[in-house]
């Protein structure tokens, strides 16, 4: 079975631009989770998404905004993005509501200038 | 207010010993706790999980330990292998979340010396 992907894996933007991500889960799995990692502040939790619905966001401003489709891909956005926005985004999938376990893919690293 | 700490940023063990991970939190909702690893360049991946209703879970060369009145845990890997090289995050779930949203610590990078 495929694990989860994430595209792109690098990304190098300019202050003030917007940026999508993209995350396919394990097939099967309907919830997916968004993390940023970055040296500081380690990993932090940003939303969960479960049947196309936001069910947890975490303390991250509104630039930080996402969504999943009817297949359970999931996309996050950032607009207006600043320098210190450039982190490892990472993706996780599980299986279900309250699957504790979560399978993360290999991120997107995101460079912000 | 980080919820979720691990106290040693960096760890050295020699091949064969035991390696011992620890990991320290404050929110007593906490019920679920998990240890991922990480390599670079890759995302973390599950390594083992305990329930707040055990104090011991263990597979493999993996065994995890809850103190719950303590608010402690820790993840011993026997014996320790170079390939257990990497960064080691212990994260907790709390079932009054509406979904699942984890905690992470900081994280520990362990080096096994051959």
């Known amino acids: 079975k495929a694990g989860v992907t994430q595209t792109p894996r690098y990304l190098i933007k300019t202050r003030g631009q917007q940026v999508t991500l993209s995350c396919s889960p394990i097939s099967g799995h309907r919830s997916v989770s968004w993390y940023q990692q970055t040296p500081g502040q380690g990993l932090q939790f940003l939303f969960e998404?479960?049947?196309?619905?936001?069910?947890n966001k975490g303390n991250f401003p509104g630039r930080f905004s996402g969504r999943q489709f009817s297949n359970s891909r999931s996309e996050m956005n950032v607009s207006t993005l600043e320098l210190g926005d450039s982190a490892l985004y990472l993706c996780?999938?599980?299986?279900?509501?309250?699957?504790?376990?979560?399978?993360f893919g290999p991120g997107t690293r995101l460079t912000v200038t | 207010d980080q919820q979720v700490k691990q106290n040693s940023p960096s760890l050295s063990v020699q091949e064969g010993r035991i390696s011992i991970l620890n990991c320290d939190y404050t929110?007593?909702?906490?019920?679920?706790f998990l240890w991922y690893k990480k390599y670079p360049a890759e995302g973390p991946t599950f390594l083992i999980s305990?329930?707040?209703?055990?104090d011991k879970n263990e597979d493999g060369r993996f065994t995890v330990f809850l103190n719950k009145s303590a608010k402690h845990l820790s993840l011993h890997i026997v014996p320790s292998q170079p390939g257990d090289s990497a960064v080691y995050f212990c994260?907790?779930?709390?079932?009054?979340?509406?979904?699942?949203?984890?905690?992470f610590g900081g994280g520990t990078r362990l080096m096994v010396k051959p």
């Open positions: 305990i329930s707040s209703i055990k």
């Open positions: 994260a907790a779930s709390a079932r009054n979340n509406a979904g699942n949203m984890l905690t």
């Open positions: 996780a999938s599980s299986l279900l509501s309250h699957s504790y376990e979560q399978y």
């Open positions: 929110n007593s909702m906490f019920d679920y």
């Open positions: 998404y479960f049947s196309e619905t936001q069910r």
